[in-house]
């Protein structure tokens, strides 16, 4: 397949990205979301074509207090990788401890958070707030980058304020201080997850570097994706909310950018067939009852395309025990499958 002008095989000729010495064997990322990370959503997106794994932000200094501790909850099977590590953190000792520690227990990738928002972690300086001190950064990533032989990236916003839109800046800085890749979510501080995701800025920030850079925000659809890429030249696509119980979207973009194929969303079978997967793989690592508490956060997900918020809180919020969710999702399934046949719909697509 030739790539086109549009997205259509757009990675064909070269579905890999390289990240220093790490090569991903595709161009289309999970994203790191805090409570949505374990080993189940890290081996559906990876088995559904996400180029790597990556942890949710861990603080560098928890890492560092309890060590292995912490690492327990980035317990992983042997196929998640190549795995990042996301850590939030600013002072430069901890933060080399912190990537020595990743190197040690076979991280490929570390990566420094400077994109969260939240008043708790802004305070500490940490996460976005480190957009606005570029050459404390510069500084503080000069020395991960020397202290470890893992490629070291970033994970950005576009920067404070819609006055602030510094990320362009913040890119050279941390290219400058060896930093591989970067991805950046095309929103500021401010903007948190509301308003548009700015294509402007991390096209900004692709014509800033020549390291990879990483687009990221608001991908739902193929189409989605193809916008960003088109408006931006941004060499990989990262997706967070649009994947979470819909890992097969992962392989929808694949499927695009790389054969030139529209899939379509996955079948409601095939729906179905994951959301079993993901409650076993819960099951196998957690245990009926802690697996049940985090398949609760998922149900709704699977379901969202076509029940709404209140009709699913209505069949699926009072159940606990994994039996009865498994049993009250199939059942929503089927039911959904009934009236598609019944209105003429083909099952087969959402
Ligand atoms: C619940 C939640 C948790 C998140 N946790 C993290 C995190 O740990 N680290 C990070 O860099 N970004 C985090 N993010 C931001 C996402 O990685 C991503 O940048 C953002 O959701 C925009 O992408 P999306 O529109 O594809 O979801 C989080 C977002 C959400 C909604």
Redesign the pocket.
């Known amino acids: 397949m030739i790539a086109s002008a549009d997205g259509c095989g757009r990675w064909a000729a070269d579905p890999w990205l390289r990240i220093g010495a790490v090569t991903l064997d595709h161009r289309v990322l999970m994203?790191?979301?805090?409570?949505?990370?374990e080993t189940s959503i890290r081996q559906l997106a990876r088995r559904f074509g996400s180029g790597w794994v990556?942890?949710?932000?861990?603080h560098v200094d928890q890492l560092l207090a309890h060590g292995r501790g912490v690492l327990r909850v980035l317990e992983r099977e042997p196929q998640e990788r190549p795995f990042a590590l996301?850590v939030?953190g600013r002072e430069e000792a901890e933060l080399v401890a912190g990537a020595r520690l990743a190197e040690e227990e076979g991280f490929a990738l570390y990566?420094l958070?400077?994109?969260?928002p939240t008043r708790k972690q802004v305070r500490r300086g940490v996460?976005v707030a480190l957009m606005r001190e570029p050459a404390h950064v510069h500084r503080v990533l000069r020395s991960v980058v020397r202290a470890v032989s893992i490629p070291v990236t970033v994970?950005m916003?576009a920067g404070w304020d819609a006055c602030q839109m510094n990320a362009a800046e913040v890119a050279r800085a941390v290219e400058d201080a060896g930093v591989a890749a970067i991805?950046v979510?095309g929103?500021t501080k401010m903007d948190w997850?509301g308003g548009d995701?700015s294509h402007e800025v991390i096209r900004s920030v692709k014509e800033a570097v020549r390291v990879p850079v990483i687009g990221?925000?608001?991908?739902?659809t193929v189409d989605d994706a193809e916008r960003m890429v088109r408006a931006t030249g941004c060499d990989a696509v990262?997706?967070?909310?649009?994947?979470v119980g819909h890992p097969w979207f992962f392989a929808e973009l694949v499927a695009w950018f790389e054969r030139g194929e529209r899939t379509g969303p996955a079948s409601l079978e095939a729906r179905r067939a994951t959301f079993d997967e993901q409650a076993a793989l819960l099951e196998d690592r957690f245990g009926e009852k802690l697996a049940a508490r985090r398949l609760r956060l998922y149900m709704f997900h699977y379901v969202r395309d076509f029940l709404t918020r209140g009709e699913a809180l209505l069949r699926l919020g009072p159940l606990h025990g994994l039996g009865p969710i498994r049993e009250a999702v199939h059942d929503c399934f089927e039911a959904e499958t009934r009236a598609r046949l019944e209105e003429g719909e083909p099952a087969a697509t959402t």
Request: aromatic share 6%; hydrophobic share 35%; with cysteine.
């Open positions: 994203a790191p979301m805090v409570n949505y990370n990556i942890s949710e932000m861990i996301q939030a990566d958070n400077m994109g969260c996460g994970k916003r991805a979510h929103r997850y995701c990221n925000g608001d991908v739902r990262m997706v967070g909310r649009a994947a």
